[in-house]
């Protein structure tokens, strides 16, 4: 998840679900991290009032009103994988 078209594209693939988009707080509370980069987020979209679950929530789901909010990380929703272009080629 770099910057808001991404946002949308995830929102284009996955039309009913709410997902996971793959940023944690897990490590230091607050402290938002790209689990695929293990980079900080430059990029948040969060909802009016998330992120609001504390250490309970470490992890983010993508909504359908393109909004983030922070979730537990045991609840169940489909994964959105991040994957290079040149993965897909063939040699
Ligand atoms: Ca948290
Ligand atoms: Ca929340």
Same mark, same amino acid.
Not at 23 to 38: F, L, P, Y
């Given at each position: 998840m770099q910057n808001a078209e991404e946002n949308e594209n995830i929102i284009s693939m996955s039309p009913v679900n709410d997902v996971w988009i793959l !940023? &944690?707080?897990? %490590?230091? &509370?607050?402290?938002? !991290? $790209?689990?695929?980069? *293990?980079q900080s987020v430059n990029y948040t979209n969060w $909802? %009016? !009032? &998330?992120?609001? *679950? *504390?250490? $309970? &929530? $470490?992890c983010v789901i993508l909504t359908q009103s393109r909004k983030w909010e922070d979730y537990p990380c045991s609840a169940r929703f489909s994964y959105v994988c991040e994957r290079s272009l040149s993965s897909f080629k063939d040699d």
């Open positions: !940023v &944690e707080d897990s %490590a230091a &509370e607050n402290q938002w !991290v $790209n689990k695929v980069t *293990g $909802n %009016a !009032v &998330e992120p609001n *679950g *504390g250490t $309970n &929530e $470490n």
